[in-house]
């Protein structure tokens, strides 16, 4: 293991490591061989950068799909994941607000529990982790007033944001940490506060979700802003959030909840409107997400027939654009488009979207 910037190949999102996870679904050891020695060929990041995406934790990911468990990878997650609660420990006592970084699916400690959670055997460093986040879910007091304990200064992208943000999205936002609460609920794993973070931020997103993020202003308007025509995605969109919605309401054992749900997907997907302003076919902002969402809500929903049109629809789409997609990797590349395109997950790749 090494701390020294590795190559790009490391990527789940981007590099070798997202390409090997097709060949991994598709069973072609060979090929999935080739991708993963190139991606460790430059060493394996366990520095303050690892994440599910990046660096040891992802490759852990992609080798535990092909059914491999290597020690010594793991053990440096463990010590990524230990390191990265420290550091959140130590933003929470002084009083300070979080950066995305901190928390966040692609980057954070939510996507590091989306990891602990695939495994195998139980860690307790996922326990650890899900009491992080419910601890998200109790206002901080900040500059004479209460925010919410996700609320960041900073952007997606570590820029300044005036007065700050409470970030909705499942890559970025709260939606990724009630993500995993949630499916970590289903799996009989929970922690004390567990239902009431999850309570807390699906009305949080009942409430905010009309637009990719909240401001300062917004947040002391009397009402929450209208509905921002927004791209219908995975990674912001109303259908990953629904996809999100619906997992809190299979947790929480609300139907309404679920229903809810399953009719805002119907209604997005249905809108010409909506999919007009979809433009490749990723997963990440793309056909592709939509059809992986679709499934993933059908297979949970007692009326599946009810969304088999919308798949036809949405795969024939992504069919006719998937070869389009100018890069080769997972999040926004080919790679990701044909594992939703050829709609297994026989490796439970899909958790990287924390969809399942």
């Not at 999935?32 to 852990?60: D, I, K, M, Y």
């Not at 992080?132 to 960041?152: F, M, N």
Request: charged share 20%; glycine share 10%; aromatic share 4%.
């Amino acid at each position: 293991m090494t701390t020294a910037a590795p190559p790009r190949t490391q990527q789940l999102s981007e590099g070798e490591l997202g390409v090997a996870l097709l060949h991994i679904e598709r069973g072609d050891t060979d090929a999935a061989h080739t991708c993963l020695v190139q991606a460790v060929a430059g060493g394996v990041s366990t520095g303050a950068n690892a994440s599910l995406f990046h660096g040891a934790p992802a490759l852990e990911f992609v080798l535990s799909r092909a059914g491999h468990t290597c020690p010594d990878v793991r053990k440096a997650v463990d010590r990524v994941v230990a390191a990265r609660l420290v550091d959140a420990h130590r933003r929470q006592e002084s009083g300070t607000l979080p950066h995305l970084v901190e928390f966040d699916l692609i980057r954070g400690l939510a996507g590091l529990g989306a990891l602990l959670l695939a495994r195998d055997d139980a860690s307790p460093l996922l326990e650890e982790v899900l009491a992080y986040l419910v601890s998200l879910a109790q206002p901080v007091h900040i500059d004479g007033r209460d925010l919410p304990g996700w609320w960041s200064a900073f952007g997606p992208h570590g820029e300044q944001m005036d007065g700050g943000h409470g970030n909705n999205g499942v890559a970025h936002g709260i939606a990724g940490p009630l993500a995993l609460l949630s499916l970590a609920a289903r799996h009989g794993v929970r922690v004390p506060g567990h239902q009431e973070a999850i309570e807390v931020f699906s009305r949080w997103l009942d409430t905010h979700a009309c637009g990719y993020w909240t401001t300062h202003d917004q947040l002391d308007a009397p009402q929450p802003p209208d509905p921002a025509p927004t791209r219908p995605s995975w990674c912001y969109g109303r259908p990953g959030i629904a996809r999100v919605h619906h997992l809190a309401g299979l947790a929480l054992g609300d139907q309404a909840r679920r229903l809810a749900a399953e009719d805002t997907l119907v209604r997005t997907l249905t809108d010409p409107i909506c999919l007009g302003r979809i433009t490749d076919a990723s997963l990440c902002h793309g056909w592709a997400g939509l059809v992986a969402i679709t499934r993933a809500v059908a297979a949970d929903s007692p009326t599946p027939q009810r969304f088999t049109p919308l798949i036809d629809d949405l795969t024939a789409r992504l069919a006719a654009t998937v070869d389009h997609l100018p890069k080769p990797g997972f999040m926004e590349g080919r790679a990701g488009a044909h594992l939703a395109l050829e709609g297994t997950d026989a490796t439970g790749w899909t958790r990287a979207l924390l969809i399942t």
